[in-house]
């Protein structure tokens, strides 16, 4: 897949679901094995397209090993767990901007959600301010989350199954 078109799929879910969310740095220091690598094949839940792309799997350390994912055009994946088996996962761009995302991952299925900002706008709200965290509006029409790395992860892991819109899925090709 193309750069040009995985951005321009992120660009238009966060467009069309207003759920994305940027961070300005990386919150995790290491990431977590997650069960799909290789060659997967995707579809896009909102325009019904389908792309190809693969998922080089590099670990480092020895005792307490880091996962990282890195796609065909150098994006890099980080996972991290979240809430109700919900991975929360860190998108690096080649170009150094970070988006967020969720996913989960079952045998050879990986789904990727967003967050309902929309249609949960109020809870979101409410976790917001809990967490301490500060959202404007950042680029393509995603949410920029700023604040301390804490109240960054404290309010990204609040978010439950029932605030996420699944927008991509993926299984192993």
Not at 71 to 97: R, Y
Not at 144 to 156: A, D, V
Not at 159 to 172: A, I
Request: net charge positive; proline share 3%.
């Amino acid at each position: 897949m193309t750069k040009t078109f995985k951005l321009i799929a992120v660009s238009l879910a966060c467009l069309f679901l207003q759920s994305c969310y940027q961070i300005k740095e990386p919150i995790f220091d290491k990431g977590q094995r997650s069960t799909i690598s290789g060659d997967i094949l995707c579809s896009n839940l909102m325009s019904g397209k389908a792309f190809k792309d693969t998922l080089k799997e590099i670990s480092t350390g020895w005792i307490s090993v880091d996962y990282r994912y890195k796609s065909g055009d150098g994006t890099v994946l980080t996972f991290s767990s979240g809430p109700e088996d919900v991975n929360i996962v860190q998108m690096t761009q080649i170009d150094g901007s970070i988006s967020i995302f969720f996913s989960d991952s079952k045998d050879d299925m990986l789904t990727i959600y967003a967050p309902d900002i929309v249609g949960k706008m109020n809870r979101l709200e409410e976790f917001r301010i809990r967490s301490n965290v500060a959202i404007t509006r950042g680029t393509g029409g995603s949410a920029l989350i700023s604040g301390e790395r804490p109240n960054i992860l404290k309010y990204l892991s609040m978010h439950r199954r029932d605030l996420l819109t699944p927008v991509v899925l993926c299984r192993r090709a």
